[in-house]
C-alpha cells in the first residue's frame, strides 16, 4: 500500500477511475466557469446599480437561507446511501418536493415583514418571484444526485453550462432594459430552468411519486443533520449579508455582494471537482473499506489544491484595485479593499476543503455539524461587532470563519485518518512559502517598471510572478509537482490508471 506522503494514482479503485475521467468535462465547465464569471461580474458592475444589487441579494439570500434547511440534505444522502435503487431515489424526490413547497409558503411569510423591515417593498416582490428557485431545484435535486454518485460528469457539465449560459442571457437582457435587481433575480431562475431542462432531457429514467417509509427514514436519518449543517453555512452566509444591509445599508450591501462574488467564482472554480465528487469519491472508498486510499487519496488532493488556489488567490489580492479600474473605470473602488482581504482568507481555506467530504463519507458529520455552528456563531457576531467600523472591517470579520478552521481540521484529520500534524502543517505551509516569494518579485517589478501602461505592467508583474512561484514550488515542494504531472498523464492517457 502506498504510504500518505507517497500517493500515486498508479491502480486506484474503480471510483478512482470514474473520476479521472470526468476531469475533461470538469476542466471543460471550468474553463466556461471563467468565461461566466467574467461576464457576469462584467453585466453586473455595468448595468446594475449598487443599491439595486443589495434588495436583489436580500431576496436571494433569504430564499437560498431556506432551501438550507428544507432540502433535508437529500441530496447528499442519495450520495452516500448504499443502495441508489428506484426506490430511494423515487422516495428522496417525493420527500424534495414536499419540502419544497413547505418553503415557498415559509418564503411567502417572510416577505411582507421584511420588505417592512427594509422600508421597501419590492424587496417583496422580489422576493416572492425568487421563491421559485426551491421547486425548481427540487426538481433538479435526485436525477443530479443520481449523476454525481455515478461519477458521471458529462451529463452534469451539459447541465451546468446550459442553466448558465441562460441566466447570463437573461442578466444581460434584462439588464439592458433597465430591470435593476429583477435582471439578478429572474438570472437566477432562468439558471435553474436551463439546468432542470438539460436533466429532463438526458435522463434515462425521472423519478416517480412513490413513497416509502422505512427509505425515508433511513435517507433523513443522514439529511436532517446534513441539513443542519447546510443550515449553519447558509445562515453564515445569507444572515451575514442581511445584517450587513441593515447595519451599512443597501450601497454597502452591494459593494460586498459584488466583491464576494467576484473572489467566490473563483473559488468556486478551483474547488469545482471537490464540489461536484468528492463526497461520491470518498464514499465509493468508504463502500470498499478502502481506509489507506482514503488517506492517500486526502493528502494527495490537498496538496494538488492549495499548491493550485495559493496563487490564484494572491495575485487577486495583489491586483484586485487595478481589474477594478481597469474593467469599471472608479465606480466599484470600494469593492477593491474588500476583494484582496476576501481572497487572502481562501488562500488559508484551501488546504481544508476536502475535510468536510471525507468526515462524511466516514460517517463522521456530526463533527463537520459541530464546526458548522461554531463557524457561524463566531462569524455573525463579528458582522454584529463591526457595525461601526469601515467596510473593509466587515471583510475581516468575513473571513474569520476560515482561520477558525485551521485549529478545528488539523486536529479533527489528526483524530480521524491518524495524519501527523507536520505532514498537515507542509501541506499549507511550502505554498505559502512560494506565494511569498511570488510577492516580494511582484512588488520589486512594480518598482522597477513604474512608467508602463497599467495593463501592460500587470501583465509583466501576473507572468514573472507566476514563474517564481511555480521554480520555488519546484525546490521546496516537489512532490506536488509530481503528483499534478502523474495526474496530467492518466487524464490525458498517457499513463495506465
Known amino acids: 500500500m502506498n504510504s500518505p506522503e507517497t500517493f500515486r494514482p498508479a491502480k486506484p479503485h474503480s471510483a478512482t ?38 434588495k436583489a441579494s436580500v431576496a436571494l439570500s433569504t430564499v437560498l437561507f431556506i432551501e438550507s434547511f428544507t432540502s433535508m440534505g ?53 422576493l416572492l418571484s425568487s421563491s421559485s428557485l426551491l421547486p425548481l431545484n427540487a426538481l433538479t435535486l435526485v436525477p443530479a444526485a443520481k449523476l454525481a454518485r455515478k461519477l458521471r460528469g458529462g451529463t452534469l457539465t451539459k447541465r451546468m453550462i446550459l442553466g448558465k449560459f441562460a441566466g447570463l442571457a437573461t442578466l444581460f437582457l434584462f439588464g439592458l432594459l433597465g430591470a435593476g435587481a429583477w435582471a439578478v433575480v429572474v438570472s437566477a431562475i432562468a439558471t435553474s430552468a436551463g439546468g432542470l431542462f438539460v436533466l429532463t432531457l438526458f435522463a434515462t429514467r425521472f423519478p416517480r411519486l412513490r413513497f416509502d417509509r422505512p427509505k425515508a427514514r433511513e435517507l433523513l436519518g443522514f439529511g436532517v443533520i446534513q441539513s443542519l449543517e447546510n443550515v449553519f453555512w447558509s445562515a453564515t452566509y445569507r444572515i451575514f449579508g ?23 467564482e473563483m473559488a468556486s472554480m478551483l474547488q469545482l471537482l471537490v464540489n461536484r465528487f468528492a463526497l461520491s469519491f470518498f464514499a465509493g472508498l468508504e463502500r470498499a473499506a478502502s481506509s489507506g486510499a482514503t488517506i492517500g487519496a486526502f493528502i494527495a488532493g490537498t496538496r ?85 467600523y469601515p467596510l473593509f472591517v466587515v471583510a475581516l470579520a468575513w473571513t474569520t470563519r476560515h482561520l477558525i478552521a485551521i485549529p478545528w481540521s488539523a486536529w479533527v484529520v ?25 510577492s516580494v518579485v511582484i512588488l520589486a517589478v512594480g518598482y522597477i517598471v513604474p512608467s508602463l501602461e497599467r495593463h501592460l505592467q500587470l501583465a509583466i508583474q501576473v507572468t514573472i510572478g507566476l514563474i517564481v512561484y511555480a521554480c520555488t514550488i519546484y525546490f521546496v515542494d516537489r512532490e506536488s509537482l509530481n503528483l499534478m504531472r502523474r495526474i496530467a498523464y492518466s487524464v490525458l492517457g498517457r499513463a495506465r490508471l
Open 17 to 54: 477511475r470514474h473520476l479521472f475521467r470526468s476531469v475533461p468535462w470538469v476542466v471543460l465547465e471550468a474553463g466556461f466557469n471563467v468565461v461566466h464569471g467574467l461576464s457576469s461580474v462584467f453585466a453586473i458592475g455595468l448595468l446594475v446599480p449598487p443599491g439595486e444589487l443589495g
Open 74 to 126: 437529500l441530496q447528499e444522502a442519495v450520495i452516500r446511501s448504499r443502495s441508489g435503487d428506484t426506490i430511494t431515489t423515487d422516495t428522496a424526490f417525493c420527500l424534495a418536493l414536499c419540502f419544497a413547497l413547505a418553503g415557498v409558503l415559509l418564503a411567502t411569510i417572510a416577505a411582507f415583514p421584511l420588505g417592512y423591515l427594509y422600508d421597501d417593498y419590492q424587496i417583496t416582490s422580489l
Open 414 to 438: 489528526h483524530y480521524r485518518l491518524g495524519i501527523a500534524y507536520k505532514t498537515l502543517a507542509e501541506l499549507t505551509i511550502r505554498p505559502l512559502l512560494a506565494v511569498f516569494a511570488m
Open 242 to 264: 442581511i445584517l450587513l444591509g441593515y447595519l451599512h445599508g443597501s450601497v454597502a450591501l452591494g459593494y460586498f455582494y459584488f466583491a464576494q462574488r467576484l473572489v467566490e
Open 304 to 388: 494538488v489544491l492549495t499548491s493550485v488556489a495559493a496563487p490564484a488567490f494572491a495575485l487577486l489580492a495583489f491586483f484586485a484595485e487595478d481589474v477594478l479600474i481597469i474593467f469599471f473605470g472608479h465606480r466599484w473602488d470600494p469593492a477593491g479593499p474588500l476583494i484582496a482581504i476576501l481572497s487572502i482568507g481562501w488562500i488559508f481555506a484551501f488546504p481544508r476543503v476536502l475535510v468536510g467530504p471525507m468526515l462524511r463519507a466516514r460517517g463522521d458529520q456530526m463533527l463537520v455539524l459541530y464546526y458548522a455552528g461554531l463557524s457561524c456563531a463566531f462569524t455573525l457576531l463579528a458582522c454584529i461587532a463591526s457595525a461601526r
